[in-house]
């Protein structure tokens, strides 16, 4: 039988051992890196399947090979189906990133050739480039509640800088107020679509939380803080008016997702835009 042949099959053969067996598989998986745009010829890439049966497993996994240059990966593997027969497994580019969308999930008591396409995740470029530059309160206008007391107050040579750190998918705002400093670090996970949040203001509120991004660009989080009532949290949004100018406010919330009273905000507006 050629080689080609067999990775063109998945051979079940059931060997007796004693009083009882063990089932084995042989399975070729071949994934195809052309569709994502990663293949370039007489290049080679790292392509590993990880998953949840002997041989595979979530660290190393087996390395993929493409032979004949075409972009098509391919790995023919042996497995003991006694115990378990639906494998759970995912590509992995360059052993650290992941292939996007869910585990995969096959029966591989089947006779099957498993032939799928490299799920690429397309980065299209900082999801937070609207925040980057330098910022300030518009008109020095600063509102804040607690409970029923609710005032507004004027807080001049506010400053904020928001830069891009050395990714494509984060953010990192300096703070840098008469009343307020510190720094807000956001990153996204385009797999989740989730942006993740960590805080430090003065020495003593560390923040951290979640959040999300709609179709306009506007932001979403539900954050912790420290030193704030167990069980509570705050809700931030971020709104944008215009490119050069979003509107923030965080409301707190009490542990039955009621408003305390406690919010503040303000709208920012870009400093030196060209």
């Known amino acids: ?10 051979v079940l053969v059931l060997i007796s051992l004693g009083t009882g067996y063990s089932q084995k598989s042989v399975v070729t998986f071949n994934v195809d ?9 007489d290049t080679r890439l790292n392509v590993r399947i990880k998953g949840d049966i002997a041989p595979l497993n979530w660290v190393t996994g087996i390395e993929l090979t493409d032979e004949n240059n075409d972009g098509v990966y391919s790995a023919t593997i042996d497995f003991d189906v006694k115990e ?9 580019l360059n052993n650290v990133e992941w292939e996007g969308g869910e585990n995969v999930k096959i029966d591989i008591t089947q006779n099957k050739l498993y032939n799928s396409s490299f799920r690429y995740v397309v980065r299209p470029g900082n999801p937070f480039r609207k925040f980057m530059g330098e910022w300030t309160l518009k008109d020095d206008n600063w509102e804040q509640g607690y409970g029923q007391d609710k005032e507004s107050v004027k807080i001049p040579d506010h400053y904020t800088l928001c830069k891009e750190v050395n990714t494509d998918n984060s953010l990192l705002w300096i703070v840098e107020s008469p009343s307020s400093k510190g720094h807000i670090f956001w990153s996204y996970n385009y797999d989740k679509k989730e942006v993740d949040w960590s805080s430090s203001f003065y020495s003593f509120r560390s923040g951290i939380g979640k959040g ?3 179709a306009d660009g506007d932001f979403t989080f539900k954050i912790t803080f420290e030193g704030e009532p167990d069980g509570t949290y705050r809700l931030y949004t971020y709104k944008w008016i215009s490119n050069n100018e979003f509107e923030m406010k965080s409301v707190q919330y009490d542990v039955e997702n009621k408003p305390t009273g406690s919010f503040y905000g303000g709208t920012f507006v870009k400093m030196n835009k060209k």
Not at 33 to 41: E, S, T
Not at 84 to 92: A, S
């Open 1 to 10: 039988m050629h080689l080609s042949s067999l990775k063109l099959s998945v």
């Open 33 to 41: 890196m052309k569709p994502a745009g990663l293949h370039k010829k």
């Open 212 to 214: 999300t991004i709609n």
């Open 84 to 92: 378990k027969k639906e494998l759970t497994f995912k590509y992995v």
